[in-house]
């Protein structure tokens, strides 16, 4: 099968992450995850950025319900220093929040406090 275009990467990794989306919704978060990592792979091998904000914030989110706090926290930052590259600032109020309860739940009171 021949490479995607920029488009049909973006698409492809949009409709990737929705379906992660729906099984995030029915509690199933290994499929959500396997679908996220789909989707950031496809923006990677694409070189596409479109919406890979949206798909490290999911990681994140999975990884911190499953109590992976650094890893959560890593990709958390990840997400920030991205929304920051792109200029996407309206990612980043519920961003700060999430950074916020990681390093409050890491026992980093005051990186939490200067996060919330």
């Given at each position: 099968?021949?490479p995607?275009s920029?488009?049909?990467?973006w698409?492809?990794?949009?409709?990737?992450n929705?379906?992660?989306?729906i099984h995030y919704?029915?509690?199933?978060l290994?499929?959500?995850?396997?679908q996220?990592?789909q989707a950031?792979a496809?923006?990677q091998?694409a070189d596409?950025?479109g919406?890979?904000?949206?798909?490290?914030?999911?990681l994140?989110?999975?990884a911190?319900?499953?109590g992976?706090?650094?890893?959560?926290?890593g990709l958390?930052?990840?997400v920030?220093?991205t929304?920051?590259?792109f200029?996407q600032?309206?990612?980043?109020?519920?961003l700060?929040?999430n950074?916020?309860?990681c390093?409050?739940?890491?026992?980093?009171?005051?990186?939490?406090e200067?996060?919330?």
């Open positions: 099968m021949p995607l920029a488009s049909q990467a698409t492809a990794a949009q409709v990737v929705t379906l992660g989306n919704a029915q509690g199933a290994e499929e959500a995850e396997a996220y990592r950031l496809i923006q091998q596409i950025w919406n890979r904000v949206q798909v490290l914030n999911n994140a989110t999975i911190a319900l499953r992976q706090l650094e890893r959560a926290l958390f930052l990840q920030l220093a929304s920051r590259q200029n600032q309206y990612f980043q109020i519920p700060f929040l950074l916020g309860l390093y409050c739940a890491l026992g980093q009171y005051v990186l939490s200067a996060h919330l």
